[in-house]
Structures are given as C-alpha cells and as structure tokens.
C-alpha cells in the first residue's frame, strides 16, 4: 500500500490507473478507524479494482466549540489496519495541502442541510462538503463510499453528485454495529464505561419505535415520543432532536411508513452520538 500526501502525487497515481481502465473508488475518512470503516473498505473493493482511503481530520467541519482539537488520530495505526483490508493507496494530506490559503469558495449544501444536523452544527455540512468535493477533484474516483451512520451527510453528498453532475457511484453500507446495538463510530472512544452502558438507549430507542410502528403507529410525532421517552430515561442522555424523516428530503411525512427514517441526535456524558435506521431496516446487533 502507497501512502501519499500530495495533490499532485495522488492524481499521478490513479492517473495510472485509468490509463490501464481500472476503476477506482475512494473512501473517504478522518481516521481513528474502526470496524465500520472497513467495511466501507470492503465495499469499496466490490465496486472498483483499486481502492484509495482517505484519512484527514478536516477542520472545516468542526465548529468552534466542538471536538476537532481532541478528535482521536493515529495515523500508523489506520495504515496497518488499511492495509489489511488491501487498500491500494492512503492518501493523508496535510492541513496545509488540503487548504493551502483558507478557503474562500465553499460548497452550500442548501435545503438538505436547514434541519437536524445542519441545524444542530451550523456551517458542518458546508466543511463536509466542501472537503467531499476537493477530495473528489483531487482523487477523480469512479466510486465513493459513505456509511448510513451518518445519513444526513450521505444524503447530502448524493444531492451534490447529482446537482453538480459528477460521474461518480455512490455506495452506502449500512452501520456496523457492536453486539448490544452501538452504532460503531470513532466518538465511541470519548464514552466513560457508565456512559457506554447508556449510549445503548439509541439502538434501544430505534429499536422502541419501530415496534410501535409494526404495532400500527405511524404518526411520526408519536413515534418520536416512543424513542425520545427511551432516551430521556438514561442517566446523563441529552436529547437533541428524534425525528421520523423521509429519506430523500429529510421532512417530517405526513404518516411514517417502512422507508421513513428515525434519526436520532443525544449527547451521553459530553460525547455527541448520533444514529438512525428505516422503520423498515433490520437494526442488527444483539
Ligand atoms: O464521515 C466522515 O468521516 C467525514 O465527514 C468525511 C466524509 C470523511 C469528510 O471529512
């Protein structure tokens, strides 16, 4: 596996392998890998004959008070676990290659991005996508491959290869999770063992509305009632939003059916957690 850390350096490389017709696929990443990453790396060699990782903390979107200064990295670490899994090349860049100047024309991701996350963390989803982009300029892949953990992003990126007309793939693989329900995720590492036990209300609380669904509820403010009542009775578990949402616009319909999905925002201890799954969606875990 190549690391490299340039722009010019990663587009001579898949340069190369366009020119023999072999497809690529990017996964992009800040590091601190787990499971679920690799997942994503799997998936990623199922579309493409070459898979380029990225590992880059991007300041962009983080907001001022949150976790970019503590955010986990280590990079040997995510090397050796990348390379494991067969990654072709890691591509790290520096701050200061990824944004040589601050950066002035940013990517808007509009409608998509007003509620729930783009609400809760203004300006996180201009950051993501404006790196999502540069990262695509930069690494011209075929394919790209996002986890469903983070839905809203993954919905607001398909939005901006639509819009912005980028011939690229988009893969989704569903959320890994450990066995009580935890959706794998790199904050995990924030959780004190007390804080660990409660993080599983979300999959519970998940879990909680779509039995009321089955049994015949589908007005998604009752839903949410059922989840946010699942949180809320955890020590320490601040609930910031339990919404039913549709999985194209991300509104609230007007009755919730199997593809609505539940997404969920909670802060348990200090550490922000987020989760979802469609009514209809198996949850996995135990
Ligand atoms: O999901 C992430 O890890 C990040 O938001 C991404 C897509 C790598 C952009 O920085």
Redesign the pocket.
């Known amino acids: 596996m190549q690391t490299i850390q340039t722009v010019k350096a990663v587009r001579e490389a898949v340069r190369v392998w366009h020119r023999h017709g072999e497809r690529v696929a990017l996964v ?3 590091g601190a890998l787990h499971e679920g990453h690799l997942a994503l790396v799997d998936a990623a060699r199922a579309h493409a004959d070459r898979v380029v990782a990225s590992v ?1 903390v ?1 300041p962009l ?1 983080f907001g001022p008070n949150e976790d970019l200064a503590r955010y986990p990295r280590n990079l040997e670490r995510d090397r050796a676990l990348l390379e494991t899994r067969g990654v072709d090349l890691l591509y790290a860049p520096t701050v200061e290659e990824m944004y040589p100047e601050p950066a002035q024309v940013t990517v808007e991701p509009g409608g998509l991005a007003i509620r729930w996350d783009g609400a809760a963390r203004p300006g996180h989803f201009v950051g ?1 996508l404006t ?2 982009a540069k990262l695509f300029n930069q690494v011209a892949p075929d394919a790209a491959v ?1 986890g469903q953990k ?1 839905f809203q ?1 993954v919905t607001v990126v398909r939005r901006m290869i639509h819009d912005l007309d980028w011939p690229i793939d988009l893969v989704v693989v569903p959320t890994v999770r450990e066995a009580d329900g935890l959706a794998l995720s790199s904050r995990n590492a924030y959780l004190t063992p007390a804080d660990r036990l409660e993080a599983r209300r979300l999959s519970a609380a998940i879990r909680e509305i779509q039995q009321a669904w089955v049994a015949g509820e589908s007005d998604p403010g009752r839903l949410g009632s059922v989840g946010r009542a699942v949180l809320e009775a955890g020590q320490g578990v601040a609930v910031e939003y339990v919404a039913l949402v549709d999985p194209v616009t991300l509104e609230t319909p007007r009755f919730a059916d199997a593809t609505s999905v539940v997404l969920i925002a909670a802060r348990v201890g200090t550490t922000r957690l987020i989760d979802n799954a469609a009514l209809g969606q198996h949850l996995g875990g135990a």
């Open positions: 992009p990443t800040m880059f991007n979107q993501v790196v999502v996002f983070d992003q």
